[in-house]
């Protein structure tokens, strides 16, 4: 079942244009900042960007800031709102369902296909993005001492290669779960309606109203809570040293959200009325 | 829930169960405030702790400003400090070995202080400045806010206010035990300043302060989100200057020069019936301290171009013009802080700036001389 999923997901033509475009937005930066080499005035600007002339290792950094508060959520969105109501819109979920397949069995699958999704789109605009500022940017200032060095930490203290792939491991595997809770409420919106429009706009809803929530003061008591308040934390994996805090607390609380809305998502798909 | 067969509505066991999860999940964050809080112990105790010192700790802080300033031309980074959020991280393993962070979402702004000299590393400038030197009057920083930091200058401030015992909160996992200190000067605006700390180490956990005009709602606070009583260790507090990064280095004298070259007279030796305070020999050109405690004020030259621009900024923010013999000036306002500037007049730009009641700042531009020596 999962291994049918997985085939399915790599078959479609979206989700392979879904990842080519999440990486030619940062490739696009790449080659506009190499060629004017105006980068935005320091605090300005995407995360990273004022530093990634100066050595292209960290444009992968660069990179996932760019594409993290609106293009990623979109193509999960897509992806994971597609999931259960693709099926129901086609035709397929009944016999689907027909096959001796329990639907718990099902909706696992498709988490599982939507969290292989978020991460591989995640690695990709990693990898992508290395490829390009390294050609773009360079290795940095050691280049011309004899190869390829470190990044600089966001506190100065220079990142070794090994600490650069461990912390950009991390990232990754940060950012996947983020992506990965906003594919769990987008699989539940998918059992709610036939529609995979209508499962889309719905994630994208969340993530607006959470983004507007989160510089708001009065709604300081809920911030923790809200899905796209720890988007950022993974910037802290950059800090020497680590500051683990923010990252501990993304971590509950967007491991919360799968759990939560893959359990509202079996408790609807369970007892659902399949009519198409 | 709507049965399968069309029944009435009720809840399946499944949603009961994903109910329930949820519930408990949103429930573990609340739940630390049912952990035990600090004791109520003597005020005069707590204080006197406050006063003595803490033990060297790295821990990571919030500070909170709701001063609502109008924006002032070149500090902006100051004010942002009192009507914003600052995330710093501490490591500070005496007086003369620290270290304080502020955290942005996008870089940090480190700066170290190593035996009586100071590194500044900025990532968004890629550089690391050395500032040799200090000056007896600065603007206010991030290490300003640290809780110990802050709650030390504050007490040392009030050393013969009274204080009262609060009841104890928790904070970054501590039982927290409170003091409050109440300023008795009839003119500052500093209505209370609240400190907890941590029972057996002393340490400074959290640090309210609210004005007058609603003495319920802080208005400055900053608080650990988590803390450790470890000292930090020697390569933490070592500045480090990644390569292509840039490197130069300031005399905190330089102040002095700047300031000497906007020609101000001396301070007068009295303004708003208080007294001013001597800054010792290194002295800066036309800066002057006047009051004590909490109910002092300070007064800054400032070009006139500078000086405009805050009295334009200020009526936008909802300033109040104020009647000067020469020039014009404008007074803002906050729940703590009271800022008058005075323009209009060549070489002539002041800044007014403390916790003191409208009244007295407008008193002390009034008697400011317009310019020359008084």
Redesign the interface.
């Known amino acids: 079942m999962i291994g049918v999923e997985l085939r399915l997901m790599l078959r479609r033509r979206r989700v392979w244009l879904c990842w080519i475009l999440l990486c030619a937005l940062p490739t696009l930066v790449a080659i506009l900042l190499a060629a004017t080499r105006l980068t935005p005035p320091p605090g300005s600007g995407g995360a990273f960007l004022s530093a990634v002339v100066t050595n292209g290792q960290i444009f992968p950094a660069a990179a996932l800031a760019l594409v993290l508060p609106v293009f990623l959520p979109i193509t999960v969105a897509i992806v994971s709102g597609e999931a259960i109501a693709g099926e129901a819109t086609a035709g397929t979920l009944r016999y689907l369902l027909v096959r001796p397949v329990g639907r718990l069995r099902l909706l696992t699958a498709k988490l599982i296909s939507v969290a292989v999704y978020v991460l591989l789109a995640v690695l990709l605009v990693t990898v992508v993005s290395y490829v390009v500022g390294v050609l773009a940017f360079g290795f940095g200032p050691d280049a011309s001492l004899g190869g390829g060095g470190g990044i600089p930490s966001l506190s100065g203290a220079t990142l070794t290669p090994v600490d650069v792939v461990v912390r950009t491991g991390v990232t990754v595997g940060y950012l996947a779960l983020c992506m990965l809770a906003l594919g769990a409420i987008g699989l539940f919106f998918s059992t709610l309606t036939d529609s995979p429009l209508a499962a889309t706009l719905g994630v994208l809803a969340v993530v607006v109203a959470s983004a507007a929530l989160t510089p708001l003061d009065a709604a300081s008591a809920i911030q923790p809570y809200l899905p796209t308040t720890h988007w950022l934390a993974w910037i802290d994996l950059y800090r020497d040293p680590i500051l683990w805090d923010s990252v501990h607390r993304g971590l509950l609380v967007e491991g919360g959200y799968v759990v939560v809305a893959f359990g509202a998502a079996w408790a609807n798909f369970a007892t659902k009325d399949v009519t198409s | ?1 709507v ?2 067969m069309g029944g009435p509505p009720r809840f ?1 066991r ?2 009961v ?2 109910a329930a ?2 519930a408990a ?2 429930g573990a ?1 609340p739940a630390g405030g049912l952990l035990p809080v600090g004791a109520d112990l003597p005020a005069e105790d707590l204080r006197a702790r406050v006063l003595a010192g803490h033990p060297p700790f790295t821990g ?1 802080a919030r500070s909170t400003g709701r001063l609502g300033l109008p924006e002032i031309p070149q500090l902006q980074s100051t004010t942002a400090l009192l009507t914003g959020t600052t995330t710093i ?1 501490s490591y500070r393993a005496g007086p003369d070995r620290w270290r304080v ?1 502020e ?6 702004r ?1 700066t170290y202080h190593r035996d009586g000299v100071e590194y500044v ?6 550089q ?1 400045t050395t500032v040799s030197g200090s000056t007896p009057v600065r603007l206010p920083r991030p290490a300003d806010l640290d809780p110990p930091e802050l709650a030390r200058r504050l007490v040392g401030l009030t050393r013969s206010d009274p204080v009262s015992t609060i009841p104890g909160r928790r904070v970054a996992g501590i039982g927290a035990s409170g003091f409050r200190v109440t300023p008795g000067d009839p003119d500052t605006t500093v209505a209370r300043i609240d400190v907890w700390l941590d029972p057996d180490s002393g340490l400074p956990l959290r640090v309210e302060v609210a004005g007058r005009t609603d003495p319920g709602l802080p208005v400055l606070f900053t608080e650990f ?2 803390v450790s009583l470890t000292a930090p260790d020697d390569r ?1 507090l070592t ?7 840039g490197s130069v280095t300031a005399d905190a004298a330089d102040l002095a020069g700047a300031l000497r070259q906007l020609d101000a007279p001396d301070p007068p030796a009295r303004l708003a019936g208080r007294d001013l305070v001597p800054l010792g020999d290194a002295t800066l050109p036309g800066v002057g301290l006047y009051g004590s405690g909490v109910a002092g004020f300070a007064l800054v030259p400032a070009s006139r171009g500078i000086a405009d621009r805050v009295i334009e900024g200020a009526a936008i923010a909802g300033g109040v013009a104020v009647e000067v013999p020469v020039g014009r000036a404008v007074r803002v306002s906050s729940p703590l802080i009271t800022v008058v500037a005075r323009g209009g007049i060549r070489r002539g730009g002041r800044l007014l700036v403390g916790t003191v009641a409208p009244a007295v700042l407008e008193q002390a531009v009034r008697e400011l001389p317009a310019r020359g020596r008084p």
């Open positions: 829930m049965g399968a399946s499944r949603w169960l994903v999860g949820s999940l949103l964050g990571l991280r962070d955290l942005t979402p996008a870089g940090e480190d590393w900025d990532f968004g400038a890629n690391l989100q988590e933490t500045p480090a200057l990644p390569p292509g990064a």
